[in-house]
Nanobody, 117 residues
């Protein structure tokens, strides 16, 4: 019954912005560390940003100052605000939920972000 559903991806010009959303169901959302990963064709899936239940956010060096992660526990939703998008940001973006200290983890299906002129 666990579901993570991403939305908000699309085609954007260089320098543009998008906001991704990930709506979770079937988990006690507030207990999970939520993260965004991305994967380009032929590449490994890499961490973009993470926001734990308790603690500070963290970001990949490549997106620091441009991307911002936030969560709304009342809505069981995590967001990724992406600004100043560049060609290199093109990838499928995946939402991840991790129960820290226990190890249960879940993935969404992903949403495509394409940066192109």
């Amino acid at each position: 019954q666990v579901q993570l559903v991403e939305s908000g991806g699309g085609l954007v010009q260089p320098g543009g912005s998008l906001r991704l959303s990930c709506a979770a169901s079937g988990i006690r959302f507030s207990l999970y560390k939520m993260s965004w990963y991305r994967q380009a064709p032929g590449k490994q899936r890499d961490l973009v940003a993470a926001i734990p239940s308790i603690g500070s956010t963290n970001y990949a060096d490549s997106v620091k100052g441009r991307f911002f992660i936030s969560r709304d526990n009342a809505k069981n939703t995590v967001y990724l605000q992406m600004n100043g998008l560049q060609f290199e940001d093109t990838a499928v973006y995946f939402c991840n939920a991790l129960r820290v200290g226990i190890g249960d983890t879940y993935w969404g299906q992903g949403t495509q972000v394409t940066v192109s002129s």
